[in-house]
């Protein structure tokens, strides 16, 4: 694959555009596994929605969205349309009997099974002429990007609930950081 040197001062060039490109790789990424996902009925948001709780449930709505990264509105027509096929079930929290807790159902637990080696096959065909090395460093780019466009947690600036939702992601993994050198035990992991 050739590249080509950068357009000239001022001018924007989309070959050499992160945004670009980190769009253009996740749309590609998202059409290969596409039709693993129609042949089941579900579309990618209910993939994103059943492998965010595969790897931590319970969750609320919210707890969902600042995952997915999700609208919260996008987000609950999306469970809604999971419980009605039957693969994700509402409870009430252990905790707050008022709130309300969303799990894998039995059968999206097996959706889960079937179709997440189909998506690390797709992930490992996208990184086939990858070297260790450059993923390591473009993970480590990709963090400090996220980093860069959200630097303070804490920050109270107007912005747009995806970076909202990005604000909180990173608080939620700092503090879990946080937990994990102070010795705490990582919260076990449900099963696929």
Aim: charged share 30%; aromatic share 2%; glycine share 4%.
């Amino acid at each position: 694959m050739s590249v080509r040197a950068p357009a000239a001062k001022g001018r924007y060039d989309l070959e050499h555009s992160i945004g670009y490109l980190l769009n253009r790789a996740a749309a590609l990424i998202a059409a290969r596994f596409d039709d693993d996902l129609k042949a089941r009925g579900v579309s990618l948001q209910a993939w994103r929605i059943l492998a965010a709780l595969s790897q931590s449930e319970p969750q609320s709505l919210s707890e969902l969205a600042d995952h997915t990264g999700s609208e919260l509105s996008y987000l609950s027509r999306s469970v809604a349309q999971l419980e009605k096929q039957g693969l994700v079930e509402r409870g009430q929290s252990a905790l707050d009997k008022r709130a309300t807790q969303l799990v894998r159902s039995t059968a999206g637990r097996a959706l889960v099974r079937e179709l997440a080696p189909k998506a690390r096959d797709v992930e490992r065909l996208s990184l086939q002429e990858v070297s260790d090395a450059d993923l390591d460093t473009t993970l480590r780019t990709l963090r400090a990007v996220c980093h860069n466009l959200v630097p303070h947690p804490d920050a109270s600036t107007a912005v747009n609930r995806k970076l909202t939702i990005a604000r909180r992601v990173k608080q939620k993994a700092q503090a879990q950081g946080d937990e994990l050198r102070r010795g705490a035990k990582p919260p076990p992991r449900p099963e696929p």
